[in-house]
């Protein structure tokens, strides 16, 4: 029972700090919800051909109506041009672009980034024929997060 409670232990000990749930890619951040947006932001921006659309605070947002949540912001980006074969292949994609990622703070004040998955958007919307696409541009996500939480 002992070895088997050491066993466990060391288990939980080794396991990725990465989250996934339900087509999600949760990461742990060191820096601030602001910090981890910003060099979120930083890094699309020095990728040739992506374009930042906008950034939401939602901190900021709900206090405009003198109501409170945890720190968390969303940028929206992505490269204009590259959504014609994902519309073509399935239209509702739309409602999923620009590509974003979601900085938020838990309970605990820890902070995390969040993105969705190639598979959740393919499976979402039945797209077929772009699987490789998806992937591509989950992969750049994945990627400018990395940047922003190293």
């Known amino acids: 029972m002992k070895n088997l409670l050491v066993a ?3 288990t939980v000990a080794v396991m990725p700090c990465a989250m996934a749930q339900s087509g999600l890619v949760t990461l742990p951040s060191k820096y601030s919800v602001a910090d981890t947006t910003d060099r979120l932001e930083a890094a699309v921006k020095s990728e040739p051909g992506f374009l930042v659309f906008g950034r939401m ?3 900021a947002i709900a206090a405009t109506q003198n109501a ?16 014609q074969p994902l519309l073509s292949a399935a239209p509702t994609l739309a409602i999923d672009l620009p590509l974003k990622a979601l900085v938020w703070e838990d309970e605990s004040g820890k ?3 969040s993105h969705n998955t190639a598979e959740f958007l393919k499976d979402r919307h039945s797209a077929l024929g772009v699987d490789k696409f998806l992937k ?3 992969d750049r996500t994945a990627s400018f997060v990395k940047k922003a939480i190293e």
């Open 136 to 138: 591509q541009i989950t």
């Open 8 to 10: 466990l232990a060391l």
């Open 57 to 59: 605070d939602y901190q």
């Open 111 to 113: 902070v995390w980034v």
């Open 68 to 83: 409170k949540v945890r720190p968390s912001q969303l940028l929206l980006f992505g490269r204009g041009g590259g959504v």
